[in-house]
């Protein structure tokens, strides 16, 4: 006789029903013994990604993007990884492999449906992600410096100087502890950011004061805050639109993406995201009905909040707008048709009336201006922070591909012997490919007010166009079309897509957040040996893959 087999949590088996044998009981069923190996996979795959979690955040103790001058120098045991940064570097990347690994391996177990068993439930994805958030949460920062941007325009605005009008090496000094951290490119460049980011960043300055590693360590607590409001209206997101909450935890929060550019190189995408997520939850409610007016004015002040971390959130407000007039017109023909006055209309009022558009584009605007007037004087330098949008153009960015075409115009010019003319084409190509941004998220608004497209989906679309045929493209700025298209219908269907790219833009920037110019041996010599170590933490999971499952015990 063969003992029964105790049925998991989350697996529905009645008390009726006779417990199953070791054989499998019907077309599809795994037997158990195989179930068994399939949860041993699960609970590999989450220790594979925190055994690199862990190696990131030991390693970034010598790859990190440290300060000027290093804190750690001199330190007896805490110091030595700063002291062989090559190994380091190798470390990192091991650690950085074996985290998208596992997440893609985990990813692969789940559905737009729900787990799949063995796989994770929800529980146990969000404490994955938290275990392997931690490691990189008490690290120092890795794959950016702009941290360092963060600390000296706030420490601008604390003494009452406009960051909005000079770079942090005019206003504090070269010298300065908190502008010697901060790239070169970047110390003579007004701040880009909106009023609620430096007005926060003000108050962590009151604290820190030019203490560095303090003022990171509050920016981290801020960067953490939105990580968790993140987790936290993702799954509520989900639920709206029918898909399993646990799926789309794990796609966004628990993306790589977040793990290295928020919880580690705490980026303020964090701030922004979060709150136009929120926004858009708060204002589309848990189903298709118009939500009351209140619900609508706080959706608008958290969307417009997060525009005052940085501007193009504020698209989500227009898609959300044209929703709301839409639905406000197909209630209005629903009431009109119980109470027996249907009648013969034009197809324009289907999408609202008139006074609709008039009531909606005035509430809307009129929040926008309040809040942003609020965030704007509170700052006590008004709306000088519009001057200070352009600042992330001074930069070249290889991803950028109206950057790429008007530096390879420039380059085509001096070939054919016309001059050095690549400020000029770089220029023309920029602004020439603001009108297809242009052109394509009109059609994506049009879409959204026939009903075609949700406005989650169009926001994510929206942001995707303007990042991708904008200026300059950073990795983390996908995060802006990425994460609120994990939380829609369309996820289902763009899913390999999303993890893949996911997958190579946590590769693509190195962990010290600077550049190997004088030093361009030392980033490949750390690549093949990171890959070298990668590949035997690949050949243990093998083994452990392998080993021989134990059976249960005959009576």
């Keep these: 006789m063969v003992t029964p087999e105790v049925a998991p949590p989350g697996r529905d088996d009645s008390p009726t029903r006779p417990a199953p044998a070791d054989t499998a009981s019907g077309p599809g069923r795994k037997p158990p013994a195989a179930r068994r190996g399939l949860r041993e996979q699960a609970r590999i795959a989450r220790v594979l990604g925190l055994t690199g979690a862990i190696l990131m955040g030991i390693s970034a103790l010598g790859s990190a993007a440290f300060p000027v001058p290093n804190p750690l120098h001199g330190l007896r045991v805490i110091g030595l990884p700063a002291r062989n940064v090559t190994l380091a570097i190798a470390v990192t990347y091991t650690g950085l492999l074996m985290v998208v690994t596992a997440w893609l391996w985990i990813a692969r177990m789940l559905t737009a449906r729900g787990a799949v068993h063995p796989a994770p439930e929800r529980r146990e994805l969000a404490r994955t992600a938290v275990l392997w958030g ?58 880009p950011y909106g009023p609620l980011f430096l007005g926060l960043g003000r108050i962590i300055t ?166 942003f007037s609020v965030f704007s004087f509170a700052t006590g330098l008004g709306f000088n922070w519009l001057r200070g949008l352009s600042a992330p153009s001074a930069i070249l960015s290889w991803m950028s591909v109206s950057t790429d075409v008007g530096l390879i115009a420039g380059q085509v010019g001096r070939l054919a012997g016309l001059g050095d003319h690549t400020e000029a084409t770089l220029a023309l190509a920029r602004g020439l490919f603001a009108i297809p941004m242009g052109i394509v998220v ?63 833009l946590a590769l693509v920037v190195p962990p010290t957040g600077a550049d190997f110019i004088f030093r361009a041996f030392q980033l490949p010599l750390s690549v093949f040996a990171g890959l070298a170590m990668f590949a035997l933490s690949l050949l243990v999971v093998r083994r452990l893959l392998r080993a021989p499952t134990p059976t249960a015990p005959a009576s």
């Design 134 to 191: 931690i490691p990189l949460a008490l690290a120092p920062p890795m794959f950016s410096k702009d941290i360092y941007s963060y600390l000296a325009q706030s420490a601008t605005l604390a003494r009452g100087i406009d960051p909005y009008s000079i770079g942090p090496a005019q206003a504090l000094g070269v010298d300065d502890p908190l502008t010697r951290g901060i790239p070169t490119v970047w110390r003579d460049t007004p701040a």
């Design 206 to 371: 009151a604290f820190s004061g030019h203490d560095v590693v303090l003022g990171i360590a509050e920016h981290r607590l801020l960067a953490l805050a939105g990580v968790a409001l993140l987790a936290w209206v993702l799954p509520r997101l989900a639920d709206r639109f029918d898909l399993d909450a646990g799926l789309v935890l794990w796609l966004g929060a628990a993306n790589p993406l977040v793990l290295f550019h928020m919880v580690s190189g705490i980026h303020n995408e964090s701030i922004m995201i979060s709150l136009m997520l929120l926004g858009l939850y708060v204002m589309l409610g848990r189903d298709d009905r118009v939500q009351p007016w209140w619900r609508i004015t706080l959706g608008a002040a958290l969307i417009v909040a997060a525009a005052s971390v940085k501007l193009p959130a504020l698209l989500a407000l227009g898609f959300v707008g044209v929703y709301l007039v839409r639905k406000r017109g197909e209630e209005r023909r629903r009431n009109d048709h119980l109470r027996g006055e249907e009648r013969r209309r034009n197809d324009h009022l289907h999408h609202g009336r008139v006074v609709d558009w008039v009531i909606m584009t005035s509430w809307l605007t009129a929040i926008a201006a309040v809040v």
């Design 442 to 504: 009109v059609a994506l608004l049009l879409a959204c007010l026939r009903g075609r497209l949700d406005p989650v989906t169009g926001t994510g679309a929206g942001l995707g166009a303007v990042v991708l045929l904008g200026p300059v493209v950073h990795p983390w700025y996908l995060f802006w079309a990425l994460l609120p298209l994990v939380a829609t219908r369309a996820m289902p269907r763009y899913r390999r897509a999303m993890l893949l790219l996911s997958a190579f």
